[in-house]
Every structure is written in C-alpha cells, then in structure tokens.
C-alpha cells in the first residue's frame, strides 16, 4: 500500500512569512503527527491528530498550528516564519487504536528560511 | 519531560565489525521503537519492543528492552556498509498519547568499506 505523502518536498521562504506543508496519511490510519528535525535538536514532536482532533501538542510556539481533515489528511502551518524555523518536518502516520505507537514517516518537507 | 540518551552520537567502523548503540532513560516507557533514517528520506521502523526483558532478532540487528522499560540496546553483527545510516530510539508513553513520541538525539553510524 502506498505510504505517507508529504508535499512540498522542498521549500524556501523568507522571514515573516507563512507555510503550509501537507499530509497523506497511509490508507486507514487515522492519526498523523508532526515532527520537526534539526541537526541540534534531533525529532521534536509538534502535534497529533486524530478524528480531526488534536490530541496531544508538542512544546513550540503558538506560531505552528494544524488541523487534519475528514479523510484524515493533515496540514500544519506555520506562521510569521523564522530563521529558526528552517528544519525537514515530518509527518508520521500510525493506527492508533490497537497498536503499540508505531509511527510510519513520510521523506519530509524541507523548508529552508532566508 | 521525558528524555532519552542515546550513545554513541557517532560511530565509525570498519565493515564486518560488531556494534552496539544505546538508549537510556529515566522513564519508564510503554513500547521502545527503533528507526534507521538516511540523508533525504523519514526514518524507517526497524522494530518495536514492548515487554521488559524482550529481545528481538532481525537478521544481523538484535535489539532488547530492559528488564524496567527504561533502556534499550542495538547490536549489529558484522556491520555491512548498507548499515550506514542515522538509528533513533524512540519511546511511547501509551496511555492517550500514541502519536507522541521521545526520540534520542541518534547514532550516525558509518561503515567503511
């Protein structure tokens, strides 16, 4: 089955301005988390959704937010953009309800801040 | 906060050689996964474990949880150079938060020809 799909792959944006980075999910997952990954921070988590709710919220600012849709595609945005903000984020998918926590991640959207 | 120390940050080897990578934590995890990352892709499950004391085979890579669910180990046997790769460990706390998880900080193994 076809695995998770992130787009854009790569993106470069300047200070002050906004992104929005999408989500496939795998095919009857219904939870999709974000993370964000830097060289000194390593895999942060950002958010999760499920059902079109978000469970659980990471520690960043209210700057990064998201919503997943009724197909439980997700998006997550990022506002008034950072140079701190440059990092690959991924998006993972999982089933939830029944499994142990295995995340299945897609290659990423890297974003780049000038 | 729930943190989990991964060592060595690096490793270089020389290809047939044994390796072990390790995770460590104050808290007590309800499952520990492995992931193997390389340049340009998302990390990639290698294995869960779940029960304190399990250990589990794939092929060359054997990796068990500790007796406490604290802590867990990687060992590759006769590293291979298509080894070479970032490993996380990551840590689920159950309960409600089932897309969240504790990653270590990884291990960049590299192995030379």
């Known amino acids: 089955k076809a695995g998770v799909t992130q787009t854009p792959r790569y993106l470069i944006k300047t200070r002050g301005q906004q992104v929005t980075l999408s989500c496939s999910p795998i095919?009857?997952?219904?939870?999709v988390s974000w993370y964000q990954q830097t060289p000194g921070q390593g895999l942060q988590f950002l958010f999760e959704?499920?059902?079109?709710?978000?469970?659980n919220k990471g520690n960043f600012p209210g700057r990064f937010s998201g919503r997943q849709f009724s197909n439980s595609r997700s998006e997550m945005n990022v506002s008034t953009l950072e140079l701190g903000d440059s990092a690959l984020y991924l998006c993972?998918?999982?089933?939830?309800?029944?499994?142990?926590?295995?995340?299945?991640f897609g290659e990423g959207s890297r974003l780049t801040v000038l | 906060t729930q943190l989990l120390e991964q060592s060595p940050q690096f490793l270089s080897i020389q290809e047939g050689e044994n390796l072990t990578v390790y995770c460590n934590s104050s808290?007590?995890?309800?499952?520990l996964q492995w992931y193997r990352q390389e340049p340009g892709e998302g990390p990639v499950l290698l294995v869960t474990?779940?029960?304190?004391?399990e250990v589990k085979k794939l092929k060359r890579l054997t990796f068990q949880f500790g007796d406490a669910r604290k802590d867990s180990s990687l060992h590759i046997t006769a590293a291979q150079t298509g080894d070479t790769g970032l490993y996380l460990c990551?840590?689920?706390?159950?309960?409600?938060?089932?897309?969240?998880?504790?990653f270590g900080q990884g291990t960049i193994l590299t192995v030379h020809p």
């Open positions: 993972a998918s999982s089933i939830r309800v029944g499994g142990t926590g295995e995340l299945f």
């Open positions: 095919s009857g997952h219904r939870s």
């Open positions: 959704y499920f059902s079109e709710t978000q469970r």
């Open positions: 808290s007590v995890f309800s499952s």
């Open positions: 474990v779940v029960t304190g004391g």
């Open positions: 990551a840590g689920a706390s159950g309960g409600t938060s089932y897309g969240k998880l504790t």
